[in-house]
């Protein structure tokens, strides 16, 4: 019987040689040998520390203060330096707290940066482990926390906005219940609280029915007459709804009494910051009428001696804005190294993608951070004022429209914002005459060179008026001279 073939294989051929690096492929350096790391939970944490300092290196502790109490002592008994922690939620508050006070160095990660690898488990013992990995390696980058006596100021604030976001619930009660009885007041009135409108509901409440005695409560300045308030006040009059409309008023203005008192211990709080105003007065600033929500305290002059630069000469910036920034940032800006991871950082620049040469997006980071609602909130009201900043708004919203110019705008506000805390020097308003006077000067540059492009000269009619940043500007062609006119001239016969 013939074998077959197989069974008598070939020899196989020499495995190829492989040449030897040119560079030597060494390990990573440990930036932080003495680094642990903390998957924070709200039962419990989990913690690891290098495999060499414990015989069990990854423990899981309590959430319990005296839990909290074992964790610290045992990472200091371990010789840990430093601490790398994962959270979300505000569990991870008391441990940053805890461990600060014992001496150590915390950080805050964003999770982004421990993404685990494809592939690899997902559980709190193996997620601890690989944050003490990376931190070990230095490639933990820590989240934006101030100062201690920043934070506090943070926290007062955010609990009055919250108090603020708590008392607008209850206006929208206030309209459904008035809507279930067919009154038509928020027709008739601007605003249900205002003078005219909180007047009638408490006289409402006090069980006035008669639409002509609730009438006579409108304020003087009211846009409504008594007879067009009447004909709104006449409804059903339900008990049951009438329960609920007082309920809403009374919960209303117990938020609003609530935001006095957090309103006094904001401004005791801005009493005890350091004075960096260098006893240089407050440049005065022209008064306007306060907003409803607004503090109930002048906080310019504390926020100013707080800072030692005035924000609110800023075009869109006022107080509460300016206590909104200070607030979050603090005033140390050596946090960031420059301008760019400035602005980055409250994603107000684009994040530019990029893949074989073409441009997929260059989107702004999504998010709802706080200094950025607030910077876009002021410049929203720049859009109309006779500054550079209005100008350079109004130029985005005609190119790209109002949201792409509200974020432009806005990453303009906090560039100022930081040269300001940076520097310290003052911010000169630049005038809006001397911006269009810049504006122009470059479109006639970009006439020209287009004029010279076309085999075409452009000459100047005459010295016109500076045009506005809104006038059209359209081309007049005489004989071989390229000549340009308002758009008030369109149509119209021009001499060469």
Known sequence: MTPYKDAFPEPCPPPPTVPEPTVLTLPLPLYNPHAAGIDIGEAEHWVAVPPDRSPQPVRRFGTFTADLETLADWLLDCGITTVAME?????????????????????????????????????????????????????????FRPAEQICVLRSSLRHRQMLLTYAAHHIQHMHKALQQMNLKLSQVVSDLTSVTGMAILRAIIAGERDPLTLAKLRNPHCHHSEEEIAK???????????????????????????????????????????????????????????????????????LYRLAGVDLTTIEGIEEGTALVILSEIGTDMSRWPSVKHFCSWLGLA?????????????????????????LRLAARTVQHAHTALGAFYRRMRSRLGAPKAITATAHKLARLVYSLLKHGSAYVQQGLDAYESQYRERKIKAMARQAQALGYTLVALSTPEVPRLDAVVAPIVTSNRLCTAPSSLQGKSVSS
């Open 87 to 143: 959270s979300t939620g505000v569990y991870w508050i008391p441990v940053f707290e805890l461990l600060e006070t014992r001496g150590l160095q915390v950080m805050l990660i964003d999770p982004r940066q421990a993404k685990r690898v494809p592939g690899r488990p997902k559980t709190d013992r193996l997620d601890c482990q690989w944050l003490q990995r990376l931190h070990a390696y230095g490639l933990l980058a820590a989240a």
């Open 232 to 302: 709104a006040l006449h409804g059903t009059w339900r008990a049951e709804h009438l329960f609920a409309l007082q309920q809403a008023v009374e919960l209303y203005q117990f938020y609003h009494q609530q935001l006095t008192v957090c309103d006094q211990h904001l401004q005791a709080h801005l009493g005890t910051f350091a004075d960096q105003s260098h006893g240089q007065p407050l440049p005065p600033k022209p008064r306007r009428h306060k907003k409803v929500n607004e503090p109930r305290f002048d906080a310019r002059t504390p």
């Open 350 to 374: 684009p994040q530019h993608k990029i893949s074989g040469g073409k441009v997929l997006s260059r989107r702004v980071r999504p998010g709802a951070q706080r200094v950025a609602v607030a």
